[in-house]
């Protein structure tokens, strides 16, 4: 995952050293309308930060808006380099 993430202008992100996310940090040149468009067209879907926080917490925790944990667990090595491809290329396209 890290060699098909490296390198853009849409995010920034800190190679994880264990567990089973990463976390892309949106960069505010982002346009995160255009992303989701993109991600609609093309059947992905993505968790941004502030669903895993409470209702009471969200104002604290805003900046998680511009988060996506994405996870690394669940499919073979084949789908996930799939997925990470494409969902990089929505992210590159959504840059302002």
């Known amino acids: 995952m ?15 050293l264990g567990g089973y996310f990463f976390y892309l940090y949106l960069n505010d040149n982002f346009n995160i309308d255009k992303f989701n468009a993109l991600l609609s067209e093309n059947s992905i879907g993505v968790f941004y930060g502030i669903i895993f926080v409470t209702a009471k917490e969200r104002e604290r925790f805003k900046f998680l808006e511009r988060q996506i ?14 997925g990470i491809k494409l969902l990089r290329q929505c992210l590159d396209a959504s840059i302002e």
């Open 2 to 16: 890290d060699s098909h993430l490296k390198g853009s202008e849409a995010y920034t992100y800190t190679k994880p």
């Open 69 to 82: 944990r994405i996870s690394f667990a669940y499919l073979d090595d084949d789908k996930i380099e799939e």
